[in-house]
């Protein structure tokens, strides 16, 4: 029980306290006067995955790195399913906009360079690779926002600008960002403590929770972002959200693991995930980058799919 509360209790402190990290540092970025498209592109995106590299930071650091790779795993499943599902269900989820044809692409190449990685060896040469990817997809978007003069692209940067940035005065805003960066270290390390004892307890695997509890938890901010989004009627944040959310958590989170645990491979159940991962993302991705729309049944069918995993994931 005592486990149960700790990783449940960091889940929840992960889901509020980032959120305040997201606002107070867009709302910061907006009063240096930073351009939107980098607020967009990379304090919100960086944000809203925090958890789940925080989480895999700390685990790593911990000795547990199946932990760390079943969050980064199981959270990239889950934003394409359940948050992605989510949405849909509640309401039809509008894919026409170039910036979603553009960057889907984008996120299902990330992905899949992380599986690949992952079932060859994250090493320091994985992470050399990785990292160098980051580099080149934050420039890639920063500078393909900049000059395009699409309307949708132009209303994007609007609705996040819109949707991040708010009245409140510096002392607030700079109190807001460190308290949310200071409780989602908090959650985090939580989290990690409380999943390794439920893991020990239960004698399942590390790589098992983190794919199942710890990545459920470290997407509740994607599932917060993404809710929001959709009162506002702004599809297009709703499934960049994910997109840019996937591609930090292959990429970064990634980079975190191969340079701190110092050459790891998946085993056993994690092989599967790890391929289940990659279908998953190329599935969704041609969807997202070739279908007009993600209807309620085709979202229903997502959530179905993710809950079917879970007898496999289990299993080994």
Not at 147 to 164: G, I, N, P, Q
Not at 251 to 275: K, Q
């Amino acid at each position: 029980m005592t486990a149960a509360a700790l990783a449940l209790g960091g889940l929840v402190l992960l889901a509020v306290t980032s959120d305040w990290f997201v606002l107070g540092a867009a709302r910061l970025s907006a009063r240096l006067r930073v351009p939107p498209v980098i607020v967009g592109a990379v304090v919100v995106g960086f944000g809203t995955s925090a958890p789940e590299l925080l989480v895999s930071g700390l685990a790593v650091a911990e000795g547990q790195p199946d932990l760390a790779l079943g969050n980064v795993i199981g959270s990239n499943v889950a934003n394409l399913t359940v948050v992605l599902g989510s949405a849909a269900v509640v309401g039809t989820v509008a894919l026409g906009s170039r910036t979603i044809r553009r960057e889907a692409p984008l996120s299902t190449a990330a992905v899949c360079v992380f599986g690949v990685a992952a079932l060859v060896g994250l090493g320091p040469v994985a992470g050399v690779v990785l990292g160098a990817g980051l580099v080149a997809v934050l420039v890639r978007v920063v500078r393909t926002a900049r000059s395009s003069r699409a309307a949708d692209d132009e209303d994007l940067v609007d609705e996040v600008t819109d949707l991040e940035a708010g009245d409140g005065g510096l002392v607030l805003t700079l109190v807001m960002a460190a308290a949310g960066l200071a409780g989602t270290l908090i959650g985090a390390q939580l989290v990690v403590t409380g999943a390794v004892s439920i893991a020990e307890q239960l004698g399942v695997s590390e790589g098992f929770v983190g794919l199942t509890l710890v990545a459920i938890g470290t997407s509740l901010p994607e599932l917060v972002t993404s809710i929001q989004a959709l009162r506002r009627g702004e599809d297009e944040l709703i499934v960049g959200n994910v997109l840019g959310s996937n591609v930090f958590n292959s990429l970064a989170a990634g980079m975190i693991i191969a340079f701190g645990a110092g050459g790891v491979t998946v085993e056993g159940r994690l092989v599967w995930s790890v391929v289940l991962m990659v279908v998953v993302a190329v599935a969704v991705g041609a969807q997202l980058r070739f279908r007009s729309r993600l209807t309620r049944w085709e979202g229903a069918g997502l959530l179905a799919a993710y809950l079917a995993t879970m007898p496999l994931l289990a299993g080994g």
